[in-house]
Each structure stands twice: as C-alpha cells, then as structure tokens.
C-alpha cells in the first residue's frame, strides 16, 4: 500500500519488511497462527481462493492489487481482523466510507465471491480476515510474484473503526518520517514501509493521489522537483490543474501488471508516481536509499523480504481462539444486516427507506 490517504486509490498500497519484530510484542498472537489451521475442516480453502481470484483477473487486471491493498488497510486499523469489510448499520460506521477508502478500496466483491464459494464448501469454518490473507498471497504469486505459506486462525471483529482508518492509515502526500510513525505505531519499521511500498509494482492510481506533485507542490507554485520531466509531462495532461482527479494511471510505468522489482528502479529514475513512493529514493540521507537500491538490483531480495513483511503485517493484533467470529457474510456481523442490505429488504416489500430510518 503503498500510503493513502485517499491512500485511497492506490491499488496495493502497502509496506512490510525484512526484520523479524521481537518474538514479545507479537507474542501469542503469531504464535496461534499456523499454516495448518484449516487441514482438516476446510482443506481446499487456498485452492478456492485462488481460482476465484485466476477468474477474477480475466476481467479485471487490477483486481490482485486492490485485493492486497484491502488486506493493508484492515491490519493497519484495529489489527487484522476483517473490519474493513463491514458495512454501514445503525451501529456501525463502515470504515469503507473514511477518507482513505471511499471511493478507492476496490475489490469488496470479489472477496464475497471468495467467501460463498468457502462456505459453499466448508459452512462456517475460514474467517472473512484470513480470506484476505489467502487472498494477497494469491493475487501476488499469480501475477508473477513469489508464494509464501500463508499463517491462518484469525477471527472476524465485530467493530469497525472508521475514525481509525481515517488517523492511521499512511497517506500518498505525507513526508517519511510520518509514515514511518504510522508503521511503527503497529510494529513495523522502515524496512517494512520499503518493502511493503514495492506492492506499487502493481495497481493504478487516481490523479487525486498525486496532482499534489504536478502544478503547486508544497506550494511552492512549481511541480515536485523530484518527478521525472517526461513523466511530468505526461501526467499534466492526464491530470489538468483543476480537473475532476478521477484520472488513473498505472503505478508502475514499465510492467504495472506483474509483480516484479521494477517498482524500485522506477524509483531511481524518479518515476515513482506518488509523493509517498519517490521520496523512499529522494529524500536526502534517509536509509530507506539503501534499500531500494538493494532491491532495484536484486529481485529475489526483494521477493524474500516481501514474504517475510506480509507474514509479519498479517500478525498485526489478529483476533483468535474464542474471540470475535466466523462471519458468515464478510459484509456483516453475524446475525445482523448491513444497511444495503436492509434497504434491499425494505425496498422490496413495501418501498423505500432511508438509513436514517433504520
């Protein structure tokens, strides 16, 4: 994920990394995740994911990134626990519609798709958050990226927290340092914040994540300095000053379908598209400039590293053993509606109804 703010827009927007947090701040929670969780109740579940998802692509080129983008910003609020997929209800404010997310996080309806074809075959059995999980591990190696064995047994929350969502996830337009923050405030470090940034090797973005760079940057009244001309120049025209900012474009210049180290070399040519991404490379004297050269030049690095933070971000305060739930649907704790869905109801039996009616 690269970082959002509207953060939101970027498929794929994220950042683990190569150092292992110690074994006491993850404590029991990574400790009752394990790779054989579902063996025996519900043994084909990664096989399912993944062929929804090979389906999905068909259509929809774009649809890996966005799916692990969804994953980043669940774990980045209230811990990985599938509570960006609730929607609005009478009690809950859906953290789909803060700033981050509305009208950017992509992908919920694939990831249903995922979860009917669970519990058409194992009833009640793969939490809504370790789909998520399956499904990053499986947008990632089917467009080219490595395959990792994927840490299993989280539970569904039964919260949203929108006003998290809006203060903790990273934003394209924030410098370093407050980024950096934002990964350290859940137990992830700089070399997390590099790592996980590479998921920009595939996915688009919205003009609104980065016109910030184009016309007045930092208003100074003269684009980011650090932007490549010929991609300024490119992206101008996409993106005029006072344009609508819906334009998207490819995150990744040279291969934006596969996940690959371009994204890093990208970086050294000063074609990174967001703010967030350039400055891993350009802001003077950082250590992230290490490890994006590292990475620019060995992919397996890369590949190794990328595990190892996807591994260490699905830790993140996972729910386990008796708490929270199995949803049934990811949409909505169980045994309640979401308001879309109860506004179906309504609508069908006798006319329409506002939320604010519910």
């Not at 649809?63 to 997929?85: E, M, T, W, Y």
């Not at 996830?169 to 700089?190: H, W």
Request: with cysteine.
């Amino acid at each position: 994920m690269a970082v959002t703010s509207s953060s939101a827009t970027c498929d794929g927007f994220f950042i683990i990394s190569l150092l292992v947090i110690a074994s006491s701040l993850f404590g029991t929670s990574s400790a009752q995740l394990n790779a054989t969780f579902y063996s025996d109740t519900c043994p084909n579940a990664s096989a399912i994911v993944r062929s929804t998802i090979q389906q999905a692509l068909q259509s929809d080129a774009r649809i890996g990134a966005s799916l692990i983008r969804l994953h980043f910003h669940d774990c980045f609020v209230n811990g990985c626990d599938g509570s960006l997929l609730l929607d609005d209800t009478a009690s809950i404010q859906s953290e789909k519609n803060a700033a981050p997310n509305v009208n950017s996080a992509r992908g919920f309806n694939v990831v249903d798709d995922i979860k009917t074809a669970l519990e058409n075959a194992c009833p009640g059995i793969v939490s809504c958050s370790d789909v998520l999980a399956l499904a990053s591990e499986a947008s990632v190696s089917l467009d080219g990226g490595p395959s990792w064995t994927v840490l299993l047994g989280r539970r569904d929350g039964l919260i949203a927290n929108q006003s998290g969502a809006n203060s903790s996830l990273p934003s394209p337009f924030e410098g370093l340092n407050n980024i950096t923050s934002k990964f350290l405030a859940v137990g992830l470090n700089t070399t997390d914040v590099v790592v996980l940034s590479g998921a920009h090797t595939f996915g688009r973005g919205q003009c609104v994540t980065f016109n910030n760079r184009l016309f007045n940057f930092n208003g100074t009244g003269s684009p980011d300095p650090t932007l490549n001309s010929t991609l300024l120049s490119t992206l101008q025209q996409l993106c005029p000053q006072n344009g609508s900012g819906s334009g998207i474009t490819n995150l990744d210049l040279t291969t934006p379908d596969a996940f690959d180290n371009n994204y890093f070399t990208n970086l050294q040519s000063n074609n990174g598209l967001l703010q967030s991404d350039q400055e891993l490379f350009s802001n003077t004297g950082s250590p992230t400039i290490a490890i994006v050269t590292s990475f620019a030049s060995n992919q397996t690095l890369f590949f190794e590293a990328f595990v190892q933070s996807m591994i260490k971000m699905g830790n993140i305060s996972p729910l386990t053993g008796t708490s929270g739930e199995i949803r049934q649907d990811c949409k909505a704790v169980n045994g309640q509606s979401s308001a879309t869905e109860a506004e179906d109801i309504q609508m069908q039996s006798d006319g329409p109804v506002s939320l604010a009616d519910m």
